[in-house]
T-cell receptor
Framework: EAQVTQNPRYLITVTGKKLTVTCSQNMNHEYMSWYRQDPGLGLRQIYY???????DKGDVPEGYKVSRKEKRNFPLILESPSPNQTSLYFC????????????????FGEGSRLTVL | QKEVEQNSGPLSVPEGAIASLNCTYS??????FFWYRQYSGKSPELIMF????GDKEDGRFTAQLNKASQYVSLLIRDSQPSDSATYLCAGEDTGRRALTFGSGTRLQVQP
């Protein structure tokens, strides 16, 4: 089954305690991205990756890190979480429409709800 | 900041009616537009995409794109209670090669 898998789905942590949210896709997509979703603000892009070892900042990258060492995996790292990073996080992968054969559709993971106390 | 704007709603329509959802965008370089549906507590899923001016129909859904006026719309015919969800409009940001999402419109279909 084609899917994007995120873990953990739910996490409560404390300020300053490093955490990693993993993301894995089995569709051989080159493009992967992380979004956070907050009430009234919609989905905002944190980081994206066009391919292995190619990452770039989105709209709200402060406080986050990513890496793309393998095509299928794109973990999101919060080195020192703060309460303003409490949010619902989505990982997504897909084929951008400007790539031959790409439709632009993104496939989303089920989301990771993070609470930072 | 490239923006995609949507009315947050809720938009309430009776069952069987046509629901009309609208979206405007600021990036004239955006070429591709997408409508995602998101049920409460779930992840977004693609309903339709549109690249060219005009209408595109898929079952009960019709997407409309007007690049001169910079707006995109989604019509849902014969609305069903199962269509109740938040609808996210997204434009492909050609500069950053990413989808920029609006904040979504919540649709409520009343039985």
């Amino acid at each position: 089954e084609a899917q994007v898998t995120q873990n953990p789905r739910y996490l409560i942590t404390v300020t300053g305690k490093k955490l990693t949210v993993t993301c894995s896709q089995n569709m051989n997509h080159e493009y992967m991205s992380w979004y956070r979703q907050d009430p009234g603000l919609g989905l905002r892009q944190i980081y994206y990756s066009m391919n292995v070892e190619v990452t770039d900042k989105g709209d709200v990258p402060e406080g986050y890190k990513v890496s793309r060492k393998e095509k299928r995996n794109f973990p999101l790292i919060l080195e020192s979480p703060s309460p303003n990073q409490t949010s619902l996080y989505f990982c997504a992968s897909g084929h951008p429409s400007y790539i031959a054969g790409g439709t632009g559709e993104l496939f989303f993971g089920e989301g990771s709800r993070l609470t930072v106390l | 900041q490239k923006e995609v704007e949507q009315n947050s709603g809720p938009l309430s329509v009776p069952e069987g009616a046509i629901a009309s959802l609208n979206c405007t965008y600021s990036d004239r370089g955006s070429q591709s537009f997408f409508w995602y549906r998101q049920y409460s507590g779930k992840s977004p899923e693609l309903i339709m995409f549109i690249y060219s001016n005009g209408d595109k129909e898929d079952g009960r859904f019709t997407a409309q794109l007007n690049k001169a006026s910079q707006y995109v719309s989604l019509l849902i015919r014969d609305s069903q209670p199962s269509d109740s969800a938040t609808y996210l409009c997204a434009g492909e940001d050609t500069g950053r090669r990413a989808l920029t999402f609006g904040s979504g419109t919540r649709l409520q279909v009343q039985p």
